[in-house]
Structure formats: structure tokens, C-alpha cells
């Protein structure tokens, strides 16, 4: 929850919980805090600590399905021209934008 907290989101779920409602620009943030190494990309294991921290009950499974739907040049990672692909497949998957 700290991360929530430190973007400005401030509610609490846990993963049997139903998928919060988040701004397209807040699911933005929450997946680029998950860059760790910094580099404007999203590899699988930072798109998993992603969607687990969302609350997914299969954040590795969802994470492969993200590269999937929004890995447009197969490189194995979501870049930032790839992104809205990503917040798009959240979206489809459950996690809804105000």
C-alpha cells in the first residue's frame, strides 16, 4: 500500500477483492514504478510484480498474456510506445479506468 500512497491513491484491497477503478494515468504510474532497472521498459518479471501488486490472483499468467496483446515488436518487454497497449489489455482484463 505504501506505493499506492506515495502516487496520491489512497484505498485498500487485497487480491480476493474486486478489481479497483483506477485513471489511466494512475495504472501508468503504478506499472512504470515497477521498472526497476530504470530503462522505459517493462520486462515480464516487472510487469508480474506489477499485476500481483494490483491485485491479480495470476500476475505471472497475466504478465505473459500482457506481452502477448502488447508486445507489437515481439523484443520480450513493453517499451513506452507500447504502453497503451498495456493499460489497455488492464483494462480489458478487469481493471477499469474512471
Known sequence: MALLSSLGLHFHFHKDAEAPT??????EKI??????????????????KAFDYIGSNFPGFR????????DANGDGQIDMKELDDLINFA????????
Open 63 to 70: 504478465a505473459t498474456q500482457a506481452l502477448r496483446y502488447a
Open 91 to 98: 483494462h480489458k482484463i478487469g481493471y477499469n479506468m474512471k
Open 31 to 48: 506499472f512504470m514504478k515497477f521498472d526497476t532497472n530504470g530503462d522505459n521498459c517493462l520486462s515480464r518479471a516487472e510487469m508480474k
Open 22 to 27: 483506477l485513471t489511466k494515468a494512475q495504472l
